[in-house]
């Protein structure tokens, strides 16, 4: 068997950023075959998605991408602010974008066995993101996407890498590219009022009820007189109107122009807003809170156990 040096060892390191002892085993295994040795490491690599799938992602980044008629937005998650800064990391977010934009994926299911080839993986998307996980040494997740291919203009708007927007309309670009950073800005969850989820104007309105039900048995307790059922029921009913119209894109107040809703912006410039999406990295997922010293000793003892 022909000697392992150094050189062959980081040469291998290089082409896969798997680590020295790692490189050196597979060089081992392939009696000095670089190219065999490199598809050892693949299928360890590849071993440690299973490993990391259950580690919760709820770092990452939004990525946008248009094409033609088409627009769309995803959202791919990884565990630390550090590696979504990572370039490997970034480069799949884009490339997965630009697939949902060209491609039409119908869920994530049919986005994952896509094309796609990068860093040395592939040929599918989920086959790069396995590879990517093995590589990086974090879970790598593609969250969620939203496409709109339906004739309409697009505009959209990325506040870093942490939060984006894209906006269907018809009208005056500069408006539409306003309205995209207001919603990054404002965070509405609808169009309109009406389009409001029930289920969050249902959590309003048992808010609203609650918060008149103690005012009630403080005004009781205070010896003060105590609200009609009827002045209750409207106190809760503004409540609610209240907040739909804090929540609903028309409905707000310009940030640019706070004189004015953005209704009337838009209705001054000629534009229609006939929808939009807003992705916010790590919206809505529970974030781990380990403690870092106990993280640590799992980590060393992990490795002696190798």
């Avoid at 490339?95 to 869920?107: I, K, Q």
């Avoid at 939203?146 to 670009?173: F, M, P, S, W």
């Avoid at 209704?263 to 809505?284: C, N, P, R, W």
Wanted: aromatic content about 4%; charged content about 25%; glycine content about 8%.
């Amino acid at each position: 068997m022909p000697a392992i040096t150094a050189s062959m060892v980081g040469a291998l390191r290089a082409k896969t950023d798997a680590p020295m002892m790692e490189c050196k085993k597979a060089l081992t295994e392939a009696d000095g075959d670089m190219e065999r040795a490199e598809e050892i490491l693949r299928v360890k690599l590849g071993s440690k998605a299973g490993k990391a799938s259950s580690r919760i992602t709820a770092e990452g980044v939004v990525a946008a991408a248009t094409a033609d008629a088409a627009g769309a937005l995803v959202e791919v998650n990884c565990e630390t602010d550090f590696v979504s800064k990572n370039d490997d990391f970034l480069a799949f977010a884009n490339a997965v974008a630009e697939l949902v934009a060209t491609r039409d994926p119908a869920n994530l299911e049919a986005l994952a066995v896509l094309p796609l080839s990068q860093a040395g993986f592939g040929p599918t998307v989920e086959d790069v993101r396995k590879g990517l996980i093995g590589k990086i040494g974090e879970n790598v997740s593609v969250r969620r996407f939203k496409r709109y291919a339906g004739g309409a203009k697009l505009a959209r708007y990325l506040h870093g890498t942490r939060i984006g927007v894209l906006v269907e309309y018809a009208g005056d670009d500069v408006a539409a590219k306003d309205v995209a950073m207001h919603v990054a800005a404002m965070k509405p969850v609808a169009l309109s009022s009406a389009e409001v989820p029930s289920t969050l104007v249902d959590k309003e309105r048992s808010v609203a009820t609650l918060k008149a039900a103690e005012d009630a048995e403080k005004a009781k307790a205070e010896g003060k007189p105590v609200q009609s059922a009827e002045i209750v029921a409207k106190r809760v009913d503004g409540a609610v109107q209240k907040f739909l119209k804090e929540v609903s894109l028309f409905n707000q107040s310009f940030v640019k122009n706070d004189k004015q809703t953005v209704k009337q912006m838009l209705d001054a410039s000629g534009t229609t807003i006939h929808g939009f999406t807003l992705y916010v990295v790590g919206e809505g997922i529970e974030k781990r809170s380990d403690d870092f010293a106990a993280e640590v000793a799992a980590q060393v003892a992990a490795a002696k156990a190798q």
